[in-house]
């Protein structure tokens, strides 16, 4: 099947006093139509810039520096700002970390999603405002009806999450982009918004592609994943595949240092050191500085995603010319 | 076992005055609201031993964190320091030094303008530990070296570090007056989960090393599990259940612990459907009677609606305690049988 | 040598030699600072000296008008002052009156913010009330009151010997309200810091928390309004003295140079009010210009 939307060696830039700075580069990836991609990594690997890139939201003075993003095969990445809003909403709907900046709270819930619909799918007041109802229902709140004229403030934070997803779902956009959509809510809220946003996917045949730190809601509710590090992907597969059986070095270092809830360990893995500033990026691999495979070739030669079983890592273990041989597998429960 | 635990804390409570200024509330016609951060709760730490606090944001546990050292004084109750009441021993520079803190935020925690070796020493040169410069500098680079930095860190200023590196400041600060009591509150909430790793490991090596008391305060349960000795689950303000580590994960009683784990995403249920909890979190403004947690509660009956529940051994059970109406009575099913979470869950 | 490097590689330094505006506007400022503090130095003339004033040369025209006189660049007044030496020395009495009450306020102003914010309660409420009540006046009103209540209350010998002291409270006194809300508001901030909370879980005292922890972090925002209060210092010292308030007649700022001048002003004599006008006007426009941007450069968000 084509894909829905397609990222071709994405490369963002941030020009600063002290050179460019090189936030994304060289990302590829692509995401099936009802599909989830969980795109994982920790902060400052570029997951939520590469969301934000996808719905034409760089923050300046960022900005796309090559490749091209691909929605049902029409390039969206040289849009002009009016053209790329009529898009976000109708055919790309966001959900970002904290409902409140997605939310006016100058207007009701109800005249927000009334707006989104009209707009996107030209419908008269009426049958927008039994929509929006239909939508306030459909997440998840109760008393919809009565709701539905209620302003944000009034909601509390997981609820309010719930109109952020309605409003990215009303339009009835093929493809959401969820920035950390459950990072700011409680662990037993966190399970209603995910339950929620999958079962919603599911029904629907929307697409979507899920940021977050948190492995535990990636394996959760993504079909494949993406692991990125440093502003590159560093290995991307069925989200199974890589959560037990992960290639590259640094993805099978983070399953590992993830505490299990299900037995107590004298010493968790750790990667030591810290990933590397934007500005100081190391030549060949950027993981090779602390990497515990680490061999000549990954200091000179930057890697591409090689296929190795199920997934693709990008990493020279797996090249058949690399001097190495694979590491076995990660044992993992 | 017969040793004085390091810190006991009885029937401790802390309010705050969050009603509105005096001429909106009287021109609105309310009255005064006290928020009940911590509401009753008792607990002790035995010596060289890790209790750790876990519930979601608003049950009050950093709240219990800040009475326990002293940056609170409570509104109701006590904290006993080595036998003496908190309040004496803070008065004594030489108890006050035994007891330190850390704090989630690395980002907040360090001041941006002072050197990094001027943090670490400030309680060594306020404690009148180390007295000469040479050997301050000394003890400085001995600390940085213990929690894994450079003695060359100190020459710069915070903002030169990544958050792991500055949580190790932190810790370092935090040991620099040998104390024997620390009470963490969410250290590595911040943390990517790979430095977070690197923090857990450091902090149970000191505490093999040193002998040191932890106070662990987190609302993410498998970190938890990874560093207690002894569980305390926090809901509204008070305390719904208290018990040994592995009796709590692998036995949990009550309803509100039950749902916390069944919430979690757990890396081994991929695919598996989980049970969301009904409701949400009520305000602590306005708790819900009896029982706090009764309205999301499948067991609730009328007794949980109305009387609230003491926190009591819990039934057919060696140890842990329980505030439960429905343990208590038997009606939540008995013991459970080893809980469906990780590895058993993912046969299904 | 390291620190010079480090401040021309600093960001500020950057962020300054990307606007024209501001090396502009920080040319002039170090042009009327300069000739201010140098004046003994620089000036053709010294206008106070008494012996050298000679009626013959008043009110002669700038130098490049028809009877001009090269040795009186910008024109002379009735008195056959030099009227670039008395608006060099006026500017030195100006820039010396706005530096002190910008310094006294901003003293009292700190002071007070920090106490305010770290104490809160009570205290709080009192100082701030004290402080929004001061700024329902207008500040130039409250100078000309300080200033009145000492020249009723001085006798006028002793007047004329602390007048500019007086002028430097009356108007260093109307402005520490600025400062005070502002380094209370981040006071507020700063004390529930956890860099703060750990200070307090070792035991040190408050008072050493306030100056070595809080006030260091509260300080940035305090550049910008003492920039910016400088100007506007200059400024009141000018129109106090424009009224006759201010300075005493024998230390002629640039506010008194212009009254002076107003008179001649329809007669023909145009330029012994207009130049120091526009001194005036070159001084509070470059100060003021690098206050806004020393304002935005220190802004995290406008960067």
């Given at each position: 099947m084509a894909p829905l939307l397609e990222v071709r060696d994405l490369r963002v830039e941030f020009p600063t006093r002290r050179g460019v700075l090189?936030?994304?580069?060289?990302v590829s990836f692509s995401i099936a139509p009802g599909e989830v991609l969980g795109v994982v990594g920790e902060s400052g690997a570029g997951k939520s810039m590469t969301g934000a890139a996808i719905i034409g939201?760089?923050?300046?003075?960022?900005?796309?520096a090559g490749g091209q993003i691909l929605l049902n095969g029409k390039r969206?990445?040289?849009?002009r700002y009016e053209q790329m809003r009529r898009i976000r909403g109708r055919e790309i709907g966001a959900i970002f970390q904290d409902p409140l900046t997605t939310?006016?709270?100058?207007?009701t819930v109800g005249e927000q999603l009334v707006e989104t619909i009209q707009t996107h799918l030209g419908l008269d007041g009426a049958e927008a405002r039994k929509r929006a109802i239909g939508w306030l229902e459909m997440v998840g709140i109760p008393a919809a009806a009565q709701r539905?004229?209620?302003?944000?403030?009034?909601?509390s934070g997981g609820m309010r999450q719930r109109v952020v997803i309605a409003l990215a779902l009303c339009a009835e956009p093929k493809l959401i982009v969820a920035?950390?959509?459950?990072?700011?809510?409680d662990v037993s809220i966190q399970a209603q918004v995910i339950a929620l946003l999958k079962g919603l996917a599911r029904d629907k045949g929307t697409s979507m592609m899920l940021v977050t730190h948190d492995m535990g809601v990636i394996a959760e509710t993504a079909d494949r994943v993406a692991v990125m590090y440093a502003g590159r992907i560093a290995e991307t597969g069925p989200v199974r595949e890589v959560v037990?059986?992960?290639?590259?070095p640094y993805s099978a270092g983070l399953m590992a240092s993830?505490?299990?809830?299900?037995r107590k360990v004298e010493h968790l893995a750790q990667i030591d050191g810290a990933m590397p500033r934007l500005s100081a990026?190391?030549?060949?691999?950027?993981?090779n500085p602390r990497c515990?495979?680490?061999?000549?070739r990954c200091l000179v030669e930057r890697p591409v995603l090689l296929a190795t079983g199920a997934t693709e890592a990008a990493?020279?273990?797996?090249?058949?010319?690399?001097?190495k041989h694979a590491p076995e597998a990660m044992p993992h429960g | 076992m017969a040793e004085t635990p390091i810190l006991e804390v009885e029937d401790l409570a802390r309010y705050f005055d969050?009603?509105?200024p005096w001429l909106q509330r009287v021109l609105a016609g309310e009255g005064k609201r006290t928020l009940r951060a911590v509401d009753g709760i008792s607990f002790a730490i035995p010596r060289g031993t890790t209790l750790s606090l876990v519930g979601e944001s608003g049950c009050g546990k950093s709240t219990v964190a800040r009475l326990v050292v002293g940056l609170y004084p409570p509104s109701k109750g006590r904290v006993v320091f080595e036998g003496m009441d908190l309040e004496r021993a803070r008065a004594i520079a030489e108890q006050r030094r035994r007891m330190q803190m850390i704090f989630q935020d690395p980002y907040a925690s360090?001041?941006?303008?002072?050197?990094v070796k001027d943090i670490v020493a400030e309680p060594i040169r306020a404690f009148g530990m180390t007295p000469g410069a040479a050997a301050q500098q000394a003890k400085v680079a001995e600390l940085l070296t213990q929690v894994?930095?450079?003695?060359?860190?100190?020459?710069?200023?915070?903002?030169?570090?990544s958050g792991g590196q500055r949580q190790r400041i932190s810790i370092a600060r935090a040991l620099s007056s040998n104390p024997d009591f620390l009470v963490c509150d969410?250290?590595?909430?911040?943390?990517d989960v790979s430095v977070q790793a690197q923090i857990l490991n450091l902090m149970k090596d000191l505490q093999a090393r040193l002998g040191l008391t932890y106070l662990f305060i987190s609302h993410n349960l498998a970190v938890v599990r990874q560093v207690s000795d002894r569980i305390g689950v926090m809901y509204l303000g008070r305390l719904v259940e208290l018990a040994p580590a592995e009796t709590l994960f692998t036995t949990p009683r009550h309803p509100y612990t039950r749902a916390l784990m069944e919430a979690i995403p757990d890396?081994?249920?991929?695919g598996r459907q989980r049970i969301p909890v009904g409701g949400e979190v009520p305000s602590p403004i306005s708790p819900p009677s009896g029982c706090p947690f009764h309205p999301r509660?499948?067991?609730?009956?009328d007794r949980c609606k109305a009387e609230r529940p003491a926190l009591i051994p819990a039934r057919a059970m060696k140890q842990g305690l329980t505030a439960c109406h429905a343990v208590e009575e038997g009606r939540d099913g008995g013991v459970p049988a080893a809980q469906r979470i990780g590895t058993t869950a993912t046969a299904l | 040598m390291a620190a010079v490097a480090r401040m021309l590689d600093s960001d500020l330094f950057w962020s300054f030699r990307r606007s024209p505006v501001t090396v502009i506007s920080a040319v002039v400022a170090l042009i009327c600072i300069l000739g201010a503090v140098l004046a003994p130095l620089l000036a053709p003339h010294d206008p106070f000296d008494v012996a050298t004033l000679n009626l013959i040369d008043a009110f002669k025209p700038p130098a490049w008008a028809a009877e001009g006189d090269a040795a009186y660049p910008l024109g002379s007044d009735d008195?056959?002052?030099d009227v670039l030496s008395a608006i060099m020395y006026g500017a030195r009495v100006s820039l010396l009156v706005g530096f002190c009450a910008v310094l006294f306020s901003m003293v009292v102003g700190v002071s007070v913010g920090l106490l305010a914010g770290y104490a809160g309660g009570v205290v709080d409420g009192v100082l701030m009330r004290v402080a929004d009540i001061q700024l329902t006046f207008p500040s130039i009103l409250i100078a000309l009151l300080v200033d009145g209540i000492a020249r009723a209350a001085l006798p006028s010998e002793v007047h004329e010997r602390v007048a500019l002291f007086v002028v430097i409270f009356a108007i260093g006194i109307s402005a520490w309200p600025q400062f005070a809300r502002t380094v209370r508001g981040s006071t507020l901030v700063e004390r529930n810091k956890e860099y703060v909370l750990a200070a307090r879980v070792i035991g040190i005292s408050q008072l050493r928390i306030m100056l070595t922890h809080v006030l260091p972090n509260v300080l940035g925002p305090v550049l910008v309004i003492a920039t910016l209060g400088l100007s506007n210092a200059i400024i009141s010292e000018a129109t106090l003295s424009y009224l006759g308030a201010g300075v005493p007649q024998t230390q002629p700022s640039l506010g008194t140079l212009i009254r002076i001048g107003n008179d001649f002003l329809f007669s023909g004599e145009w330029w012994i009010a207009i130049f120091p006008g526009i001194a005036l006007i070159a001084m509070v426009l470059s100060v003021n210009l690098l206050g806004d941007w020393l304002r935005d450069a220190l802004n995290p968000r406008l960067r």
């Open positions: 090189t936030a994304l580069d060289g939201l760089l923050e300046p003075p960022g900005r796309i969206i990445d040289n849009l939310l006016n709270p100058l207007y539905v004229d209620s302003y944000p403030h009034e909601f920035d950390e959509p459950t990072t700011a809510l037990k059986h992960p290639k590259h993830i505490p299990p809830l299900d990026i190391p030549r060949g691999c950027a993981f515990p495979e680490v061999f000549a990493c020279w273990l797996y090249d058949a010319a690399s001097e | 969050v009603s509105r360090l001041n941006p303008r002072w050197r894994g930095l450079s003695p060359l860190d100190g020459e710069k200023f915070p903002h030169e570090f969410e250290p590595t909430s911040a943390l890396l081994e249920m991929t509660c499948p067991l609730v009956n | 008195q056959g002052r």
